[in-house]
């Protein structure tokens, strides 16, 4: 798992804060048409709260009937649709979206993981009852030295960007609330190591946008390109030709692509893009 959620047997868990309270989390499947959902917080109103946040974020409420009927038969994903029909894309919180992102940069996903334990280990919050931390806020992290961020692994760059957009959130000059998602975009990509890959797995992953996916993924271009290539593994196309290819699933780009990358069998899954 990454930074912040963790799996016991078959049950999913994570500590979240929501308005400034705390929760845990948990989310199990018993049976392939029923999922239970849970939270535990200090107060009535903050666990019901986070209960909504996690419905929002594993997306049980999401009405996919007209993708599936739009796409199970699609000559590219309808194979994962007709297999998958549950498959949902997984969010979080905008910043631990953003931040998360950062990290994921140029690396496989098991050492990002990692990474992104050390900092929740280090400047996140903490649940006394679990030992479950959050990863941390922006102003926690815009706190923190690019120089202690590369102790935790993360490379130089990417440190120094890390911290960057921190401030950028904690000092209001980036707001990840504001229902005008491309104002914040255009910001974020004024900062250098923040370009499309990043700010699309914080629209997808962050703000649950469905119509915007993360082309620059080396796992599509890959998928891709031995589709393009008659199967040559080492075959791979450009962002613009994912982002072309996949512009024809219009609202529901993001999930296409999930069902796209759960098509692809490779090795450690590596972030390529910024």
Do not use: N
């Amino acid at each position: 798992m990454d930074g912040v959620w963790r799996r016991r047997g078959g049950v999913l868990e994570r500590l979240v804060v929501v308005d400034g309270a705390s929760a845990v989390v948990r989310a199990a499947q018993p049976a392939s048409d029923r999922v239970v959902l849970g939270a535990r917080a200090d107060t009535p109103a903050a666990a019901a709260e986070a209960l909504d946040w996690l419905r929002w974020a594993l997306g049980v409420d999401d009405d996919l009937r007209a993708f599936h009927e739009a796409y199970r038969w699609d000559s590219l994903i309808g194979a994962s649709v007709r297999r998958r029909p549950w498959l949902r894309v997984t969010r979080r919180p905008p910043f631990e979206a953003l931040a998360w992102a950062v990290c994921e940069q140029l690396i496989e996903l098991v050492r990002a993981a990692a990474i992104q334990r050390r900092i929740a280990r280090a400047l996140g919050p903490r649940c006394p009852a679990t030992g479950l931390r959050a990863a941390p806020d922006a102003a926690a992290l815009a706190a923190c030295s690019p120089a202690r961020l590369e102790g935790w692994d993360l490379a130089p760059g990417r440190a120094l960007t890390l911290a960057r957009v921190a401030r950028e959130v904690a000092r209001g000059r980036v707001d990840l609330a504001d229902p005008d998602h491309e104002r914040g975009w255009a910001r974020l990509r004024a900062q250098p190591g923040v370009g499309s890959w990043t700010v699309a797995c914080l629209a997808l992953h962050g703000q649950g946008r469905y119509d915007v996916i993360p082309a620059g993924d080396l796992g599509l271009r890959k998928l891709l390109g031995r589709l393009d290539s008659g199967g040559d593994p080492a075959a791979r196309v450009d962002e613009a030709v994912v982002r072309e290819r996949f512009a024809a699933y219009g609202a529901w780009t993001g999930l296409a692509g999930a069902h796209a990358m759960a098509l692809q069998h490779q090795g450690p899954a590596v972030r390529v893009a910024a």
